[in-house]
């Protein structure tokens, strides 16, 4: 006779399951074969087998996508493309001075607009004297650089650079990037074509190397000789020595021509958040008050833990996010009747295409800090809630099945983030 809480199957004790263990995450997740052990298979409703997985998986990937191995209820079974891609899995370029990894529109084919490279440099690593055939917008995640870069009027800029400061650079202006003592930099660049390639820059070293020495010497006024030590192949990031004072390399750079009148940096903290709610806050910078960024513009949002980006979408353009910390997940609703929830992590981009609806959920226990960047001069969204309170309530309330209370306490006005 068994004991309260045990298994008795074909004469062999089965020791009780823990009750902290048996969670129903847990009892869908055991096989068929330790299901039909412990006598629970055959009173399982069709339903709950079909939420099994039995067969071989790869448990860090499907426990880090919980939406995407049980979709909601709400998500369509017709297919959507998916718009997340972890900077994890892009290959690493690794160099003396530091290392450069993107994520195009090869790795994430519904990106068409924006292309992003991650890139890391040493204290002393430089990112090579270059330039692009797409606009750079960058922003600063980690410690300090120096960028220079000269402008169409040929007057220099060089600038310093820290923790959540941006920069852009329009196409075809020459620029440069080093890392600062203590410890380097590492910055997310942002392309505004998502068919670009950092591997595609056009480099100093590069360009050197493919021009016969005769008409480098004439061109700069100088013997053959003196160019004899030319690289014979692209450098793109390499270690050199830490950078003197900024005024020194600012007056050096200068020289008769003087300071651009640009200012290609943003120093982002230094400006109020746009808007603050219990919920969190977010910062639009865009051409507005960035008047460099001509192509490209961003929201820094801060969603605190349980809060929610709201229902929204964008009219003017694509939404590429970056993910800098915390855990959120976000449902995209495409044409067609169809819908889609996936999850983020820190080092994940997501893509939203223009005009779709969506909203991003803080499932964390912090806060989830990401980047919402537009192909666009201009940022501009608009809320649900919003278009719905300035509906006629009558038609508002015959689409939803909704009484008049609950008309009246959708809010009025646009809230960004909503509390949790």
Known sequence: MKKPGEFLVTGVEVKPIERSRFTRRGFLGMGAAGLSIAG??????????????????????????PESMWPPST?????????????????????????????????????????????????????????HTAGEWAIMLYGAA?????????????ADVKKNDLWYFPSGIPHSIQGLEPDGAEFMLVFDDGDFSEAETVLL??????????????NFGIGEKALADLPKQELFIFQSGVPGPLEADQKAAAGVSGKSANDFAFRTMEKPPTQRTKGGEVRIVDSGIFTASKTVAMAMVTVHPGGLREL??????????????GEGRMTVVATGNRARTMNFQAGDVGYVEKTLLHYI??????????????????????????????????????????DRTTFDAIPRTETVIMAG
């Open 40 to 65: 629970v298979l055959p009173h399982l409703s069709a339903s709950d087998r079909s939420r099994s997985d039995p067969g071989p998986g790869n448990a860090g990937l499907d426990s880090q996508n």
């Open 361 to 402: 959920e803080n499932t964390g226990d912090t806060d989830l800090v990401f980047l919402e960047i537009f192909k666009s001069s201009y940022y501009q969204d608009i809320s649900l809630s919003e278009w719905l309170a300035h509906t006629p309530p009558e038609l508002v309330m015959a689409h939803l099945h909704i």
């Open 312 to 325: 929204h979408w964008h009219p003017n353009a694509a939404e590429w996010q970056y993910y800098i910390s």
């Open 75 to 131: 998500d369509s079974k017709s297919l959507i493309p998916t718009f997340k891609y972890p900077f994890s899995l892009a290959n690493k370029r690794v160099y003396e001075g530091g290392w450069s990894r993107e994520v195009t529109v090869r790795e994430l084919p519904v990106s068409k607009s924006i292309a992003g490279v991650n890139m890391r440099l040493t204290a002393g690593g430089v990112r090579e004297l270059h330039w």
């Open 205 to 218: 070293s590069d360009s050197m190397a493919h021009i016969p020495r005769d008409v480098l010497a004439k």
């Open 146 to 158: 120096r960028i220079t870069a000269i402008d169409a009027d040929g007057k220099s800029f060089v």
